[in-house]
């Protein structure tokens, strides 16, 4: 174990492709939508304190969200999740605890991982992020490109060039350009070139030389967050964040560092294949609960008390009602039920995509206890 790794867990999200199971006040990341028994945040933390130490795990998280992961993760340092004010992106929420992390170990190599991912291979996870720590050491940017098993638009892209040969990092090659969710005839030329691999959003770096990225690019977002790392732990914490969260620009990391990084030849990625997914819908986690190949599809059912009548009917239901109910499918196809104590949503694993549209018109309705 590599003392000076830290891990970055950014646990954020506005609660709106997997409504009404996810809220605002309960975004995705604190739920069980795959039924394993553990939240999607309990199982980053499974996945990440066996690599970096329990005691080298950050989270960043908004204000209204601290004591539900400090209940969700008890092995945590409190004083290690870090509370957003507001929601300000992935390169503020990242660079705030890469501050934080480098004042307490001027020598640390950071890892952001996502909060509300799905892994199913984690050793293999675990050799990449590796090797992903043995090429931070270069001083360059590392990120993780995930193998495509299909040509994905719902992801971003980066394209991948020759192997570096360093040792103790095998894999790892340079990333040439990230590249923007793209079209479907785009998506089908990257797969098939074999040399574009799909975004997962996980960065790993010298804290210190992604720091150096943030500045370079972005002098106010560091001027700023900077601020509020120095008054971090004192009295002055909360008088400062009051003051300088506020006025911080809203912007990906990817924007801020890993393209900027990548234009100048500063990026590696270490190519992954160990079952990646963003549970973006509810397609999403229907594929990811869908039975072993050969078993019959049926209809899924996770959480809850619901009781299941099923005839010539596939897909996946959710139940988080405290009241016990029969759910009755009858010859339906991949459909999505979601029952809760104040919403039922019935769409379709085709139509997973536009469950954020029925939030929109939620809110339009003024239906604000619903979002």
Not at 68 to 90: G, N, R, T, W, Y
Not at 97 to 113: R, W
Not at 202 to 229: H, N
Request: glycine content about 8%; hydrophobic content about 45%.
């Amino acid at each position: 174990m590599n003392t000076h790794f830290h891990a970055i867990i950014p646990a954020g999200g506005s609660g709106t492709r997997l409504w009404p199971l996810s809220r605002k006040a309960s975004p995705k990341f604190l739920h069980d939508v795959l039924g394993t028994g553990r939240s999607l945040i309990q199982s980053t933390w499974d996945r990440v304190a066996p690599i970096v130490g329990p005691g080298n795990v950050w989270v960043v998280t908004g204000e209204s969200h601290f004591e539900q992961v400090a209940e969700q993760l008890p092995e945590m340092f409190p004083h290690k999740i870090v509370s957003e004010p507001s929601p300000k992106d992935s390169a503020a929420a990242i660079g705030l605890a890469t501050m934080l992390i480098a004042k307490e170990d001027p020598d640390a190599i950071v890892g952001s991982f996502s909060a509300d991912h799905s892994i199913t291979n984690v050793d293999e996870f675990r050799m990449v992020i590796d090797q992903a720590c043995v090429a931070a050491e270069t001083g360059d940017i590392v990120t993780v490109g995930i193998m495509p098993r299909s040509p994905a638009t719902a992801y971003g892209y980066i394209e991948t060039g020759d192997l570096l040969g360093l040792d103790g990092a095998p894999t790892a090659r340079r990333a040439m350009a990230f590249a923007e969710k793209p079209a479907a005839s785009t998506a089908r030329t990257y797969v098939d070139s074999g040399r574009y691999r799909w975004n997962a959003g996980m960065f790993i770096a010298k804290a210190q030389a992604l720091l150096e990225v943030l500045e370079a690019e972005d002098p106010p977002l560091f001027v700023g967050l900077s601020r509020i790392a120095e008054a971090w732990g004192t009295d002055a914490q909360a008088e400062v964040l009051a003051e300088v969260w506020p006025g911080l620009e809203k912007r990906a990391i990817d924007y801020v560092v890993a393209e900027p990084a990548a234009a100048a030849g500063r990026v590696i990625v270490i190519p992954g294949d160990f079952g990646w997914d963003d549970v973006g819908d509810f397609d999403s986690v229907a594929r990811l609960r869908q039975p072993v190949p050969g078993e019959p599809r049926g209809v899924i059912s996770i959480g809850g008390s619901c009781e299941l009548l099923e005839v010539d009917a596939s897909g996946v239901v959710f139940s988080e009602s405290e009241q016990p109910r029969t759910v009755a499918i009858v010859g339906l196809d991949d459909l999505v039920v979601v029952d809760t104590e104040d919403v039922l949503l019935i769409t379709s694993r085709s139509h997973a995509q536009d469950v954020k549209k029925a939030v929109s018109a939620a809110g339009e309705r003024g239906l604000d206890d619903l979002l």
